[in-house]
Each structure stands twice: as structure tokens, then as C-alpha cells.
């Protein structure tokens, strides 16, 4: 039974999510702010949290820094907040989807499901086979079906590769050009969106309608397996 933590401070959503999660089987427990949060976190350690930003002691940002000091436990955010800066701000502290106010049900539980698939995965796999294509990080090669080499530039290989090895995690802008390009580059969104699309170009089979390199705009990007 995996094990939810929901922390939100408006009744009416605790008390939907406590009777779907539960009729699902996920086990639940519930904080309204920040500080019951950390310590309900510590005293049954959750296997996915969904987090409101919008909490009455302090914000939600800083439960998420302060989760992410000791539990790689998924983290889903579930806010009113539209605000880009708002969304970016989280995924860049530790969150792994951001889901906006108000929402479907249905929506909500894919989600879920999709962040707790990724952290399912062993941390070390070594190969990924997407569709007709495989992935070896090991020997940092990309091949088809036919076992022809797709032939990546560095630079394309490790955008890749960090998007590989986090399988179903919303990735911000800033975090990807962090990663790949280093410090400095957290602005250089036309890089992204080139390497990305040439990404696409070799790996999707209609770069037009992406299935596993996609993109959430205004948010990042990220991997499906």
C-alpha cells in the first residue's frame, strides 16, 4: 500500500482527495501547514507527497526544501498559483510535477502514477528501450531496432542522458540548462529548445507529435518511458 501524504489547508480538497486516494488503496495522512507536514513526514515516511504552495504558516517551497533534506520520496504540487515563477520556483527546490487549481480527478491520478513509476526504477538501470530505440547510458550509445547507431552530438547526449535518468520527472528550464550547459546558462532558452527539437529529429518517429521527449510549456520538460 503506498503512502500518501496530502498537505493542503482547504477541507474541501482533503476531504476529496482522502476518499478517492483511499477507495484506490493508497494509504493517507493529512497536514494542513507547514510545520504538521514536516513532522507527519518524519513520523510516517511518505512514499509520495502532494503539496499545496499556498499554506497558513509558511510557504509550501520551503516544505519542499526541507523534504528534500532527507527523502527522495516524489513530490507533487497542488496549487492555485498560475504564476510561471511560481511553478519554475518548485520544480527547481525539489518538486516533480506541478498540478494547477482547479482539477480533474482522473488528471491528478495519472500524475501520480507517472511520478511514482520513476521513482519505481532502479537508480542505476543502465539501458532503456523507448519504442524502437535503446538507450545504453553505460556505454553512451543510442541505437535502433536494426542495431544502427543514432549518432548524437555532446551536447545532445547529455541533455539526453539527464532526462533519461529521470524518467517521468517534470524538469525546469533552469534546471536542464544547469545540468548540461553548467552555471551562467539558466536564461539560454533558445539553446534548449534547439537541442530539444534536434533531439526529436532523431529519436521521434513524428518529431511533431512527440511521444516521449515532451514538452510542458511554460514548466520544462520531460521523459516518458
Known amino acids: 500500500m503506498t503512502r500518501v501524504l496530502v498537505v493542503d489547508d482547504e477541507p474541501q480538497i482533503v476531504r476529496a482527495l482522502q476518499i478517492n486516494l483511499k477507495a484506490r488503496g493508497y494509504e493517507v495522512h493529512l497536514a494542513g501547514t507547514g510545520t504538521s507536514a514536516l513532522k507527519v513526514a518524519a513520523q510516517h515516511p511518505p512514499e509520495l507527497v502532494i503539496l499545496d504552495l499556498g499554506l497558513p504558516d ?128 539558466e536564461t539560454a532558452g533558445g539553446n534548449l529548445r534547439f537541442y530539444m527539437g534536434q533531439l526529436r529529429r532523431k529519436l521521434e518517429p513524428d518529431p511533431a507529435r512527440p511521444k516521449h521527449l515532451l514538452t510542458e510549456p511554460g514548466m520544462g520538460y520531460r521523459f516518458e518511458p
Open 58 to 185: 509558511f510557504d509550501g517551497v520551503d516544505v519542499i526544501r526541507g523534504l528534500r533534506g532527507w527523502t527522495d520520496a516524489p513530490i507533487l504540487v497542488l496549487s492555485g498559483r498560475t504564476d510561471q515563477t511560481d511553478k519554475v520556483e518548485a520544480l527547481d527546490a525539489g518538486a516533480d510535477d506541478y498540478v494547477t487549481k482547479p482539477f480533474g480527478i482522473d488528471e491528478l491520478l495519472a500524475r501520480m502514477r507517472a511520478v511514482l513509476r520513476r521513482s519505481n526504477l532502479a537508480p542505476e538501470q543502465p539501458i532503456v528501450t523507448v519504442g524502437g530505440i535503446t538507450v545504453d547510458l553505460a556505454a553512451k550509445r543510442v541505437t535502433l531496432d536494426d542495431g544502427e547507431d543514432v549518432r548524437l552530438t555532446p551536447t545532445e547526449w547529455h541533455l539526453l542522458e539527464v532526462l533519461v535518468r529521470n524518467p517521468g520527472k517534470l524538469m525546469s528550464q533552469r534546471q536542464l540548462l544547469t545540468e548540461v550547459w553548467g552555471p551562467g546558462y
